[in-house]
Structures are given as C-alpha cells and as structure tokens.
C-alpha cells in the first residue's frame, strides 16, 4: 500500500498528465453532436458575448463592402419603381427602340445608375461633389442625384470619362424644382450659403396652409429630377413682406456631410422635353424670326 | 507588474490574436492555420510548478476550444506542450543555476540557439499531435505530414517574428525576490 502512494507521489505530474490527456481526449471522442451542443451550451454564453462585442467593431470594417451590397439592390428596386414609367396613351401607340417596355407597355421614364461619392464638401458657398461615373458610364449633364436613401443630392454639371462633378443642393446657383406634399403647391428650392443645415423655398403662395415639419418632394414638373423624392421637412416659416410668398427654411433630408453612394437619375426624355421648351419659346418669343 | 497579471493579460491577448485574427485571416493555404496562442505556455514562468503548468495549458487549450467549437482538441495539444515544456528547460539550460537567472525562457534567458530549439521542437510537438487528432478519422499520411510542417514553419515563423518585434524586457531573478 504505501509503495502505491510512494509510486503516486514520484509520478504524480505524469499521471495527472495522462489524467487530464484522458479528459481532453474523452471530450474530443466520446460527445457526439448532440452532446457537443450542451457541453458547449453554458460556454457560448460567453464566447457569444465576447465575439458580439468583438462584431460590433469588425462590422465596422466591413462597412463598406455591405453598404455597396445594399445599395446595388436598392438601385435593381428603384428601376422598378412604377413613378419611372408613364401609362401610355392608348389610342396612341409609339414605338420607340431606345425605352425598354414593360409587359403592360408601360415605358420607363428613369433609369437609375449607381455612384459612389469620391470627393464632397460642404464648406464653401459653391460646394460640388464628385461621383466615380463618368461619360464611360452613360453620365449626362443635368442628371438629377439622389441620395441612397432616394433624397435629393443634386444636379450633374461637368463629365469627364470616368468622374462627374455634381451641383450639391447646396450651392448658391442650384435651384431646383419642389413641391409641398400635403397641397403640391410648387417653388423653388435654392441656398443662401449661410447655413449648410437649411436650404430656402421660395414662390410658395400665402394663401396655402404651411407648418413646421411638413414633407417637400421633388416636384413633378422638374425636368431632371423624378417626382415624389424627398428633399427635406419644413424647417421654419417665414413671411416675406414685400410679396405674397413665403420664405420656407428646409431642413434637407440628404445629409451632406455623410454622403457616401448615391444614384443618378436619367430622365431618358430630357432631351425631348428641354428642345421643345426652348423651341416654344423661340416660336413664341421671336414671332417675327420664325413666323408661325 | 506582477508575474500573474503580466500573464493574465498575455492570455487574453495571445487567445484574442488566435481566435480574431489568426482563425479568421483568409488561410494561406488549405493546409497551413498559424497557431500562436501556445506561445502564452512557452512564456510562463520558470517558477511555476509542473501541476500548475499541466492545469494551465490544459486550461488555455480548453478555453480556445470554446470559441472554435471543438472540445478537447487543442486542449490536449497544448497539454502536451505543458508536460514536456519542464524536460525540455532541463535540457537546454545550463547546469550552472549562478548562470542562469532570468525569470521565463526567452532568447536573452536561454541564448538563441537553445531558445530556438526549445520553440521548435514544441511547435513540432503541439502540431504534429493537434493535425494528428484532427486527421484520425481521414485524409492520407502525407497531407498530414505536409500540413504539420507547414503550419509548423508558419508559426515558427510568427513565433520568432514576435519575439523580436516585442523584446520583453526581463528582470533578473533576484535573491529578494
């Protein structure tokens, strides 16, 4: 007996060796999946918690790549939205290749493309941004921009091959077409270049009923943008005393600071509808150069 | 700093790199995973006693199964390399104890030749057994051969590039202390 404890006691570390070896090689062996599941049940409690938090910062390292993922499936959504084709008039039938027709012969009006903002302030009093999507890409002047979230961003006014420079909202020359949403009365959106956080709505009558936090979208009548997109909320309604119009602060929904993926929108009639638009005002105008 | 928070802290760190960075980079190759966290077991002091040791690599190696799910598997791997860590300082150091008074082994404690021995044959030791358990029930000899010695000059690899990126500095073992 006692040369069994003395044999215990010289080879103690050795056979709590073999011991443990036992146990890990049981572990490994002996749990089936299922046992696997339980054994390891307490102990994800706390891995999972670690590997949580440990998520939180690794997401943000994929960032990136995830909101590029959204926003391409965004920009497959957006192309099927129905305010991008027009009913067509049915005792009338154009053809015309260049539009895709849909199965019920609705033609698209938008086509929507994604872009990536590569250079963007908001500082100056004529701040531009700068897409990755040139002429290469389909990128036309007067391509309205959108926000990912499908607010209003700007207009394009420059193309090179594979960049394009955009007129942000917030330029003291942009002025875009908007509309109220509750009474679809229409003004003109435009920045004093004071306060990047506040753009202007000008031309809204008196007589319609304005208040704080109403919704000002794209108006319907805009040649680039494509109607009902947000723009921004009513910020402030101020009074102009001279005329019979307000002066609405609009808090844009597009936030500038973070742009990040954008779309540009193609209205595949603008040219269309602008060449008519300077040609009756040419006729009309200039009656005695070109004679009716 | 004492020598158990110094440890302390170099567990957490050592299973974070393993379990974050080293379990999750894109693999080299279907062959190759680094292991680096047995290098905590390499570092522990020379003081701690042979039962300690076995607790803690067996404990460390538990504690990495956790988080990839296999209990047991790199629990008896570095348990392994706890029990043979003893043998091998035996071996490598001089006999002289007034020669040798550094508190853990490290190249400036052990010379870089012994040191580089003693990594290596642990690394050998911890890859060979762990590739060994993980291929017991499939796969031929030589992909189990050629998988051991390239995990085994991986990690050999980032064991050294560790070691002189981050010299510890180590304070001698003192009569007081």
Redesign the interface.
């Known amino acids: 007996m006692r040369n069994i404890f003395l044999f215990i006691g010289r080879y103690k570390t050795f056979l709590s060796f073999l011991i443990l070896q036992g146990v890990a090689l049981w572990f490994l062996f002996s749990f089936n999946r299922f046992h696997r599941a339980r054994f390891l049940g307490v102990a994800n409690e706390v891995t999972g918690r670690i590997n949580t938090q440990y998520n939180k910062v690794e997401d943000y390292f994929e960032l990136r790549e995830e909101n590029r993922r959204v926003h391409r499936i965004n920009d497959s959504l957006l192309n099927l939205l129905p305010q991008n084709f027009m009913q067509p008039d049915t005792s009338l039938r154009e053809v015309r290749d260049s539009l895709p027709f849909d199965s019920l012969g609705h033609y698209r009006r938008y086509y929507f493309r994604p872009a990536t903002i590569v250079y963007n302030t908001v500082n100056s009093q004529k701040n531009y941004l700068q897409i990755n999507r040139g002429a290469s890409h389909g990128i036309k002047d007067n391509m309205a921009v959108l926000g990912s979230d499908g607010s209003a961003v700007g207009v394009v006014v420059g193309v090179s091959p594979n960049f394009s420079q955009v007129m942000s909202l917030l330029h003291v020359d942009q002025k875009v077409s908007a509309s109220l949403k509750k009474s679809g009365d229409m003004g003109t959106m435009e920045w004093d270049g004071k306060d990047p956080r506040l753009l202007n709505l000008k031309s809204i009558p008196r007589s319609t009923e304005v208040k704080q936090g109403d919704t000002v979208l794209t108006s319907p009548t805009s040649f680039n943008f494509p109607p009902g997109y947000m723009i921004g909320t009513v910020a402030e309604v101020l009074t102009d005393k001279s005329t019979n119009f307000y002066v609405l602060k609009i808090k844009p929904s597009a936030r500038f600071f973070s742009l990040q993926q954008v779309f540009v929108v193609e209205n595949l009639q603008y040219a269309e509808q602008t060449t008519l638009n300077q040609n009756t005002r040419k006729r009309i105008e200039d009656p005695k150069k070109n004679p009716r | 700093m004492s020598d158990f928070v110094r440890n302390m802290i170099r567990f957490i760190l050592f299973l974070g790199i393993q379990v974050?960075i080293l379990n999750k980079i894109p693999h080299l190759h279907r062959y190759i995973t680094p292991y680096l966290y047995f290098l905590f077991i390499l570092w522990l002091p020379f003081s701690v006693s042979?039962?300690w040791l076995?607790?803690i690599g067996?404990g460390t190696?538990?504690t990495l199964?956790?988080?990839t799910?296999?209990?047991?598997?790199h629990?008896?791997a570095s348990?392994?390399v706890a029990?043979v860590r003893p043998y091998l300082i035996t071996i490598l150091t001089p006999k002289d104890s007034t020669e040798f008074n550094y508190r853990e082994p490290s190249p400036k404690a052990m010379q870089w030749t012994p040191y580089f021995v003693y990594v290596l044959v642990l690394t050998l030791l911890h890859h060979t057994y762990l590739v060994f358990?993980e291929w017991m029930s499939f796969g031929s000899f030589l992909s189990f051969l050629i998988k051991v010695l390239a995990s085994t000059g991986i990690s050999l690899l980032l064991i050294l590039t560790v070691e002189l990126l981050f010299p510890r500095k180590l304070k001698f073992r003192t009569n007081t202390a």
């Open positions: 974050y042979r039962q076995l607790l067996f190696g538990l199964d956790y988080f799910m296999t209990p047991g598997l629990a008896a348990l392994l029990w358990l």
